[in-house]
T-cell receptor
Framework: GAVVSQHPSRVICKSGTSVKIECRSLDFQATTMFWYRQFPKQSLMLMAT?????????EQGVEKDKFLINHASLTLSTLTVTSAHPEDSSFYICSARGPRLPGTDTQYFGPGTRLTVL | DAKTTQPTSMDCAEGRAANLPCNHSTISGNEYVYWYRQIHSQGPQYIIHGLKNNETNEMASLIITEDRKSSTLILPHATLRDTAVYYCIVRVATGTASKLTFGTGTRLQVTL
């Protein structure tokens, strides 16, 4: 249980184009999803918190107009990288706050999407 | 959220127990200790969490010191597939701002 999928797993695009990444919770509903970015040999950095039916909350330094987040249903959040540039090339990972384990809630992560901008 | 300190890297022979330490000396009374791991080019995988009692599941055991200032994740019989970066994170249990803050983690290399 508590499976999160991402699509696509890998995408290559030209500079200036937009790319949409989907994050789905397959066997549970998630009112809150999170988007992370990870550069090579670095740790995960939280970009934004996505709440179903409301606007996303972005971390400091993350451009909300460049990284558009939509969380239209309890099982789907999307991240659109607009006007992508080579410096946006990274590993993008989503997570969903899943079924509660005793005493706390837990995030379950998707497999990640590797974006390469040429 | 409290800051954690982990060794940069560790080696372990296959079949032996892997003991991964984590210091969190500034942990607050309402903060849990979480462990995640990330195998190369994959998303992080939840392993285990605890508050103050030792915990065990099918993947690992978590030993938390009585003063809660440090903990150890134990993989009882490490295999090559356990090679990954292991992250120790402390955070409050619930709430709208229950974010995970990843540090640099411990790179565990399991060898034959």
């Amino acid at each position: 249980g508590a499976v999160v999928s991402q699509h696509p797993s890998r995408v290559i695009c030209k500079s200036g184009t937009s790319v949409k990444i989907e994050c789905r919770s397959l066997d549970f509903q998630a009112t809150t999803m999170f988007w992370y970015r990870q550069f090579p040999k670095q740790s995960l950095m939280l970009m934004a918190t996505s709440n179903e039916g409301s606007k996303a909350t972005y971390e400091q330094g993350v451009e909300k107009d460049k990284f558009l987040i939509n969380h239209a249903s309890l099982t789907l959040s999307t991240l659109t990288v607009t006007s992508a540039h080579p410096e946006d090339s990274s590993f993008y990972i989503c997570s969903a706050r899943g079924p509660r384990l005793p005493g706390t809630d837990t995030q379950y992560f998707g497999p990640g999407t590797r974006l390469t901008v040429l | 959220d409290a800051k954690t300190t982990q060794p940069t890297s560790m080696d372990c022979a296959e079949g032996r127990a892997a003991n991964l330490p984590c210091n969190h000396s500034t942990i607050s009374g309402n903060e849990y200790v979480y462990w995640y791991r990330q195998i190369h080019s994959q998303g992080p995988q939840y392993i285990i969490h605890g508050l103050k009692n030792n915990e065990t599941n099918e993947m690992a055991s978590l030993i938390i010191t009585e003063d809660r200032k440090s903990s150890t994740l134990i993989l009882p019989h490490a295999t090559l597939r356990d090679t990954a970066v292991y992250y120790c994170i402390v955070r409050v249990a619930t709430g709208t701002a229950s974010k995970l803050t990843f540090g640099t983690g411990t790179r565990l290399q399991v060898t034959l």
